[in-house]
């Protein structure tokens, strides 16, 4: 499967954004999908996840209440609304598509790898 994230952009605190993940070659629905982040000399780290019927939904604790992952699988796409956004939410998010979700959180779960989009929140 490829995946193709879109929809960052320039943000001011507290604003809102949503970004997509839009899959092809295969259907996403096969895939538990999640959303990782990279900020400038910082490691990629998680963000959310979803599972692929959408029932079940994580969370990293510092996102937690602020963004919210989903998913159409009609229109195979994945989204993460993120709301009172802060400036340390800076980063390239990327989206991310694995068979498994025990381990979540890790990025070696994850064998499909978006190109990442840039999100920048400014104080």
């Known amino acids: 499967v490829q995946l193709q994230a879109s929809g960052g952009g320039l943000v001011q605190t507290g604003g809102s954004l949503s970004v997509s993940c839009a899959a092809s070659?295969?259907?996403?629905?096969?895939?538990?999908v999640a959303w990782f982040r990279q900020a400038p000399g910082k490691e990629r780290e998680f963000v959310a996840a979803?599972?692929?019927?959408?029932?079940?939904?994580y969370y990293a604790d510092s996102v937690k209440g602020r963004f919210t992952i989903s998913r159409d699988n009609a229109k195979n796409m994945v989204y993460l609304q993120m709301n009172s956004l802060k400036p340390e939410d800076t980063a390239v998010y990327y989206c991310?598509?694995?068979?498994?979700?025990?381990?979540?959180?890790?990025?070696?779960?994850?064998?499909?790898w978006g190109q990442g989009t840039q999100v920048t929140v400014s104080s």
């Open positions: 070659g295969r259907t996403l629905s096969s895939y538990n």
């Open positions: 991310a598509a694995s068979g498994s979700i025990t381990y979540y959180s890790l990025r070696t779960t994850y064998p499909y």
């Open positions: 979803i599972s692929w019927s959408g029932s079940l939904t």
